[in-house]
Each structure stands twice: as C-alpha cells, then as structure tokens.
C-alpha cells in the first residue's frame, strides 16, 4: 500500500479546487489550466504568497491533484446528477465555489474508494471555510451527509 500523506492530499484538494473554479468560470482548455497550476512560478508576487503550498513542492501530491482535476472535469455532468436530489436548491441557483466544492467531494465520494467517506466530507468543509461564503461549510456538509447515506449502500 502507498504511503498517503494527508497534507499532500489536503493540498491537492486545495489546488484542485482553484483549478476547477478556473475551468468552471472560463471553459477554458484543461491541459493549459493544469499547467498553469503545475508552474513553478505560478505567483506574481512570491513574497506575499511565500507562505502557500505550491503544487511542483514534494507536499502537495500531485498526481492527486490531477486525478481530481481531471476526474472532476470528464464527469461533471454525472456528479451534478448525482448532487442534484441532495440540493435544498436548483443546481443553477449555486454559488460557483459550492458547485466546485461538491463536485470535488461527490467525485472523491463515487468515484475514490480508498478515501474514506469522512475524510471527504471533512476536507470538503474545511476548503469550504477557506473558500467559500460564510456559511458554505454547513450548506456542504448538509449536502454531502444526505448524498452519504445514500451512496454507502452502494460502496
């Protein structure tokens, strides 16, 4: 079994997420997107940002990144059907960064088996605290707890 460093993930979900936001606003071409994320001089103003994980550094897992990515963008359109009986509200009525959030989280939750359910769900609040408005975090977890009980019975 590979050695999962938590924090290697926990950066990947971190950049994931910037990357889909990114691709969700634009539509632009995800092999370009990537790379932006995947430069290693991908901030402007290095003083101000010394502090952030960068992707190319040995602690964020990249291969991670780029499977949630990826993963994320060819099967959009099957996380959001899945999402969708779960939404207290019309997919369309979403803020652009809770729709990334749980398009991650519904990725990881279908389609990762070897990441635990709370894991994901745990994760999805805490980038939803970083990310999202103030109360992101709990339209998340209420979510991803109903789509949780349902998606244990087929995992």
Known sequence: MVNVKPAARRNARHFAI???YSWQLTRGNVTDI??????ADNY?????HAEEPHLCQPETDVEYF??????????HKEMDSKMRPYLSRPLQDLDEIEHVLLLLAMYELMKRKDVPFKVVINEAIELAKSFGAEDSHKFVNGVLDKAVSSLKKFR
């Open 34 to 39: 990537e790379a932006q994320f995947l430069s």
């Open 18 to 20: 910037q990357a889909i």
């Open 66 to 75: 780029h499977d949630l990515f990826m993963g994320v963008v060819l099967n």
């Open 44 to 48: 402007e103003e290095e003083e101000y």
